[in-house]
């Protein structure tokens, strides 16, 4: 991404799309690929796969991107209703020797391809609960799709019951990842300059290893953690990219992997 200001949009200047890298058709074909867009299929790429795929769906999507938010057509927090509403997934199906990796936006395919596998496999149920993303890499999807942020109450508050869902107990530690999320945000909120503020990244990097206990993310866990967000944002709406918006995200990857003919 660009650290400079946005430049104005030119007249007659286009946004690229999404019908104009995927072989999408409908509503979504028109729709700008926008930057939030990217973190999401970014995130679902790193949760399933174990990193972002070079020349693939995320990548595509990254670039273009980021040229429409240079140009000015979109801003770097925008999040379609393709993306936001009807998600985005990355799914892998085990045949011998291989797997067949599936990624989708809005229901529709915007990448399919093989990678080797070693020959002695697993069955799917196993592979597939393998796959299925827990509480602490979603909350270290944050670091990385909303790193840099400068962490608010709303975003302390999100982490906590995040915590509260992984481990099944109101008692939060004192050196778990919400301790040290409330403990930020108390100190930002006495700080002026949002350079000076300690940021997600800097809490979430490592949050897995800061729970005390984890879980395979469901979407009650996703709805808990969305509504306390939108509670303590004075806005009342979530940050895209944010804590709720990457469990939320989990949730739905989850659902696809573990019930993949639903």
């Known amino acids: 991404m660009s650290q400079g200001q946005p430049r104005r949009p030119q007249p007659g200047q286009e946004p690229i799309k999404y019908g104009d890298v995927f072989p999408v058709v409908g509503s979504l074909a028109d729709k700008p690929v926008a930057p939030q867009d990217a973190a999401l299929m970014q995130f679902a790429e790193s949760a399933v796969l174990g990193q972002t795929q070079k020349g ?3 990548a595509t999507m990254q670039s273009a991107a980021t040229r429409n938010e240079r140009a000015g057509l979109v801003g770097h927090t925008d999040l379609t209703d393709a993306a936001g ?3 985005v997934t990355v799914t892998e199906t085990d045949v011998p020797g291989r797997r067949i990796i599936t990624e989708s ?16 496999q697993m069955n799917p149920i196993v592979t597939a609960r393998q796959a ?9 999807a944050t670091a990385q ?14 982490i906590q019951a995040a915590e509260v869902r992984a481990t099944g107990s109101n008692i939060i530690s004192p050196i778990g990842v919400a301790a040290a999320a409330q403990s930020a945000a108390s100190t930002n909120a006495g700080l002026t300059r949002d350079e000076d503020k300690i940021k997600l990244n800097d809490v979430l990097a490592n949050a ?11 979407r009650q866990d996703a709805e808990g953690v969305m ?11 979530i940050h895209p990219g ?10 739905r990857l989850n659902e696809n992997v573990m019930n993949p003919n639903q």
């Open 56 to 58: 693939g769906p995320a």
């Open 85 to 87: 509403d009807e998600g």
């Open 105 to 120: 936006v809005a229901g529709q395919v915007v990448g399919e391809y093989v990678q080797p596998r070693p020959v002695s």
């Open 132 to 140: 299925a993303i827990t509480i602490g890499e979603a909350l270290e």
């Open 145 to 158: 799709s909303a790193g840099n942020k400068a962490l608010q109450q709303s975003d302390a508050a999100a």
């Open 208 to 218: 897995t290893a800061r729970l005390p206990a984890d879980k395979v993310v469901t």
């Open 227 to 237: 509504s306390v967000e939108l509670r303590n944002n004075p806005n009342m709406v």
């Open 242 to 251: 944010g804590v709720a918006a990457s469990v939320a995200a989990a949730a």
